[in-house]
């Protein structure tokens, strides 16, 4: 079984705890709920299934009856904070403890690395520019990007990259990337950094408006009605568009500029459910 710092569901780790524990015994439900103060033998049954929550106080007994240690204890308990969180905010929040935590105790979580890098535009931006500007210093990096940064924060970022294997410097001491491309594939946490982002591209987005010459930048809008049948197959339209995209980006290893390209698809009607006249 993992250590408790490399999970980021509470849910599978009671579960993955149950299941070994009842390899090498006769555990049982019963016998973990009660030991974790509840009455029901199935409640932790029905917690990791997803059925039931844990309140704060019940996640502290249920880490003590798993016999973790203190910080293993208040990793646990950020685990359910997490899973329960309200909002992007309150997830962002847990799950960044849960990664200090790890960090102090020189563990790592799998999905650590892609939630830091989607977490904020200068990984991305400066994945891309630093090998379009081999020789150049953190100063003139900052001063290449639109959204104001400072060295300090280049600096910073380019470590992050090349920590996690994002970027590398080759013979000469230039960056170079170790893949074409970056993306999101089925986790818990990253999307969350990934809205976050979403976010902050989209005010930047707005701010070229004004900020960038028409002829450096291309909007284009069509607001249509659509059935979910065809909802769908936008999406996968999308989809593929976004792969021709990046197949003709990546095509020649030259690059002028970095440039972000936003795709949106959203309802400006909230008909479904409502009652038709």
Sequence with gaps: ??????????????????????AKSAF????????????SPVHLKYVSEGRFNLSDAAAGRVAKAMH????????????????HAKNDAEKKAAFNKMLAIADAHKAKILEGD??????????????ELAPAMPGAKPLALAHACRPKITAAEVTATLNFLVKTGLLEKDEEGNFVQTEKVVTTGPME??????????????EFAL????????????FSGITLGVTREAYEEIVQEIADCRK????????SPAMDEVYRLNMQFFPMTKRKGSERG
Excluded at 68 to 83: G, I, P
Excluded at 207 to 218: A, L, S
């Design 28 to 39: 049982t439900w019963q016998e973990f709920t009660l030991a974790a103060g509840f009455s």
């Design 207 to 218: 701010d070229t408006i004004e900020g960038v010459p028409q002829d450096e930048r291309h």
């Design 244 to 251: 021709r995209i990046i197949s003709i980006a990546t095509r």
């Design 68 to 83: 973790l240690s203190d910080y293993e204890q208040e990793y646990f308990c950020e685990m359910v904070k997490f899973d």
């Design 114 to 127: 892609s939630f830091r890098f989607f977490e904020s535009w200068k990984n991305p931006v400066i994945r």
């Design 1 to 22: 079984m993992k250590d408790v710092l490399e999970y980021v569901s509470y849910r599978q780790y009671i579960a993955d705890y149950y299941a070994e524990k009842k």
């Design 189 to 202: 946490a990253t999307p969350v950094a990934v809205r976050g982002m979403h976010r902050q591209m989209g």
